[in-house]
């Protein structure tokens, strides 16, 4: 009973590398999210997909991209880390939203 | 004005407390209405939904109020084990739907 689940669970960094943060679900949900949550913070909505297909911008697009490779997986992408980009990442899918437990990214 | 407001706190109560937040929505078109709780650096994980008519899930009662748009969560005999940050989240449904979390309110139950 997997739910959602993000790889890798931490990472380290350094500046202008590239990575790709991966999500899966196996709830056969339309909709998948990436999120961002800085220390003492709320989250902030990167990207969505509310379908296979199909992604939008959230409130913190820039530096990111996604991929919505199919139903059940959404991938992250950092094309050139920032030492900004250090935060915690979640994955969620579904609506209400059941969230993965997340990838701490460091960046140096 | 924030879409979706809470106080940060943190509360701080001892345990058997009673303790109830509230949260505030700017958008009178919102629709669905949901509290989480997250525990420090995990993840969100979701409490229950918030009906019109109010509902209670053992120790927890979760209330809309649509006329002065906020919803509230009220919990009884606090546990330690309630120490958490509780999220409130807002959905609103129109040309595209939308989703806006609260930013959370801190909840300490002390021995």
């Known amino acids: 009973n997997a739910g959602v689940t993000q790889t890798p669970k931490f990472q380290v960094l350094k500046t202008g590398q590239s990575m790709t943060l991966q999500c899966a679900q196996d709830m056969n949900h339309n909709s998948m999210y990436w999120y961002r949550q800085d220390p003492g913070m709320g989250l902030r909505l990167i990207y969505y997909s509310a379908s296979e297909g199909t992604t939008d911008k959230g409130e913190v697009p820039n530096g990111y991209n996604v991929s919505r490779l199919n139903k059940r997986e959404f991938s992250l992408r950092l094309e050139s880390a920032a030492p900004s980009q250090t935060s915690v990442y979640f994955c969620?899918?579904?609506?209400?939203?059941?969230f993965g437990d997340g990838t701490r990214l460091s960046i140096l | 004005r924030k879409e979706v407001e809470q106080d940060p706190g943190p509360f701080n109560v001892p345990e058997g407390a009673t303790v109830a937040f509230n949260c505030t929505y700017s958008?009178?078109?919102?629709?669905?209405f949901f509290w989480y709780r997250q525990d420090c650096r995990k993840e969100p994980k979701l409490l229950m939904s918030?009906?019109?008519s109010g509902n209670e899930d053992g120790r927890f009662t979760a209330q809309l109020n649509r006329a002065s748009q906020y919803i509230s969560l009220l919990i009884r005999d606090s546990k330690l084990s309630d120490s958490a940050t509780y999220l409130c989240v807002v959905y609103e449904y129109s040309s595209a739907s939308k989703i806006i979390f609260g930013s959370g309110t801190r909840l300490s139950i002390r021995p």
């Open positions: 918030v009906y019109s």
């Open positions: 958008n009178s078109a919102s629709q669905s």
């Open positions: 969620a899918s579904g609506e209400p939203q059941h």
